[in-house]
Each structure stands twice: as C-alpha cells, then as structure tokens.
C-alpha cells in the first residue's frame, strides 16, 4: 500500500474486528488505487476534526454494518422494511443525538469501506467536500434534517480547509420548494430518496433548484433494508420514471451490488447511482 | 453451554469438525465475516429463545464473548 494511514487502518479493522475485514479486503481489490485516494483523503480530515475521531468512526462503522445486515436478515424474514412512516423512524432514530452521530460517522466510511456504495452528499457531508476539492471556484450549499448532519459536515469541511466554500443549514429537503427556483448549478443528492414516504416530491425539488442545463447526483438504495429506510424500491426503472416525471433526463446510470450476500438471500440489496440533467 | 454452541456453529458453517472453544475467533475461521455472523447470532436467538441488539453483538472478539453475552440473556 502506498499509504500508511490507509495500511495501518486496514490493519486495525484485521486486529480489532476481524468480522469486517473480509469485507474491507474485497473493497481495497476491487480497485486498490481508488480505494486509497478516497480512503486517504477521508481519514485525514477525520484525523483533522478530533483526538480519537478514527477510533469512534470505526466502532461506529462497525455498528452500523451490523445494524444494517440484521435489518436485511429481517427484511428478508419478514418480505418488507421494518418502518412504514418518517414519524416512526424519528421517534426511534433521528430524534436520538448520540445515535444519529455515530450512525453518520458509520456512514462516513461505508464511502470506501463498502465497494458498492456511492454516497457523495450532505449528511456527513464528505463527497460534498470532495467536490470543493476538485472545483476551487464553487461553493457548496448543504441542507439536512438532521442537527448530526449539520454539525459533522461543518466539522468535515473545516478539517479539509473548504469552510469558507461551504455553508450547511438545517432543513427539511421537501421545505426546499420555498427557496428561488434556478439557483444551483448542480445538486447532489445521496441516499435520501429511500428515507421519504412520498419520493416523488424529491425529484421536483431538484428541478425546481437546478438552472436549466444544470445536474444533478443522485442516489438510492434499492431492496436494502435500514431501520431508518421507508420507501421500498424494488426495480430499477422505478428512479427512472421519477425522475422522467419530474422533467429531468437520465444521462447515466449506475446500479451495484455488494459480492456477499446473506445466505439463502431472496433481496439483492442495491445502489443506484443517475446522473440527471435539467433540459434548458 | 460450549456443546450448544458447536452445534450451532457446525451447522452454520456446514463444518461437522469444528470445534468450539472460547477463544475461538474469526481469525481462526476464514468464512466467520459480517454476514455469515449474523447468520450465526440469528441461528443463537432461535436456538436459546433469546434477542440480541446489533450494537450488543457488533464488536464480540471471540466465542467467550459470545458465550458470556447469551448468559446475561438467559
């Protein structure tokens, strides 16, 4: 390995969670060279925000791995996701602080810790980060429900030195509509879709954000089960056809699927990554 | 308790030959990844009639873990 940061958390995880280290093997083979640019780059800026961050991350990683893997055992078992309303899972996540930062900074690995993910936005706010990175002139507007959120994609940014670039505010995604349309060059939206009861307003939001011409980034998890997942997508074609009904052209698009599975598995948990374009 | 224990695992792991100590880890079984462990824990539940969290069973580093966290179950 050319970097030993990344050497020696990959070490770490072999020592101390032996269980996950198959699975962070397979992601470094399947593309050494990528792995280590994003690993690189995201366990310096979490270095960078606190004393003893990396340490808290990977238990967090590790618990919300094993959180995510029983919710597909029980998905599996029971042939629906475990929580039908956003107000359920409030009540039993997002309300809880604690919970909700660890279960982000869970989530802040799984970009390169799980070779299918495609996470690049708000929330933890890393890819968001990686994106000021790669465009030095843009700036960066983050809305999240989540005060977790707020604050660990500030911290994020602030450790990765693109603070002055980037603003995160708290707010409801489908409040956005408030908002002047056309202001966004482009939106990027990561694994939100499936945490909505009504999807569709979603992608409308987008539209109405974007400038004519401009992109969007979006993600979704399909037959995955979380407990904070509610919409169950089980094809496809069915972001396509939101996306088409909201006016914006699917440019391409990407579906993945983690190797292992759980055995006698029915669901092939997936992520789904488009790349969207607002007509001008 | 450790009898139980290695039927549960013989069965999982569709390994008639293993044996189970406390000190048995994934390190010392190469399918023993996040997956075939929740295998593992749901096959525990059923068996001893018993419900484990995902954070309870997450970071177990060895069969003695395993074995100590089901006694506080039952």
């Known amino acids: 390995l050319s970097s030993p940061l990344v050497e020696g958390f990959i070490n770490t995880v072999s020592e101390q969670y032996p269980q996950y280290a198959i699975g962070v093997q397979e992601s470094y083979q399947k593309s050494p060279e990528r792995f280590t640019a994003i690993a690189s780059k995201y366990l310096t800026w979490l270095g960078a925000t606190q004393n003893g961050a990396v340490d808290r991350a990977l238990k967090a990683y590790v618990d919300f791995t094993s959180s995510v893997n029983f919710s597909q055992a029980r998905y599996e078992h029971d042939g629906h996701y475990e929580n039908k309303s956003f107000t359920e899972v409030y009540e039993s996540h997002y309300s809880k602080r604690e919970e909700m930062d660890d279960y982000l900074w869970g989530v802040y690995l799984t970009n390169f810790l799980w070779s299918h993910h495609l996470d690049i936005a708000p929330g933890h706010g890393g890819w968001g980060v990686w994106a000021l990175e790669q465009k030095k002139n843009a700036t960066l507007t983050g809305y999240d429900i989540s005060p977790s959120s707020i604050a660990i994609a500030t911290e994020i940014a602030r450790a990765a030195k693109v603070d002055d670039r980037s603003e995160y505010t708290e707010r409801d995604a489908l409040d956005l509509f408030s908002l002047d349309p056309e202001i966004a060059d482009a ?8 945490h909505l009861e009504q999807p569709d307003k979603l992608l409308h939001v987008i539209n109405q954000l974007l400038k004519p011409g401009g992109t969007a980034f979006l993600t979704g998890a399909l037959t995955a089960a979380q407990v904070d997942h509610i919409y169950e997508f089980s094809k496809e074609s ?25 055995a006698k598995a029915k669901f092939t948990p997936k992520s789904m990554a488009l790349i969207l374009k607002k007509p001008t | 308790m450790i009898e139980s224990l290695t039927e549960i695992f013989q069965d999982v792991f569709e390994d008639d030959e293993m044996d189970v100590t406390r000190e048995l880890s994934a390190q010392d079984v190469p399918a023993w990844d996040s997956l075939m462990h929740v295998n593992l824990i749901l096959a525990i ?14 970071s177990l580093k060895n069969a003695g873990d395993l074995i100590d966290l089901i006694e506080t179950k039952s």
């Open chain 2, 45 to 58: 539940e059923r068996k001893f009639e018993i419900r484990f969290s995902s954070s309870e069973v997450s």
């Open chain 1, 238 to 262: 069915e972001l396509f056809i939101l996306a088409e009904d909201a006016d914006l052209r699917v440019i391409e698009s990407l579906s993945v699927n983690p190797e292992r599975l759980l």
């Open chain 1, 187 to 194: 939106v990027i939206c990561s694994f939100l879709i499936e």
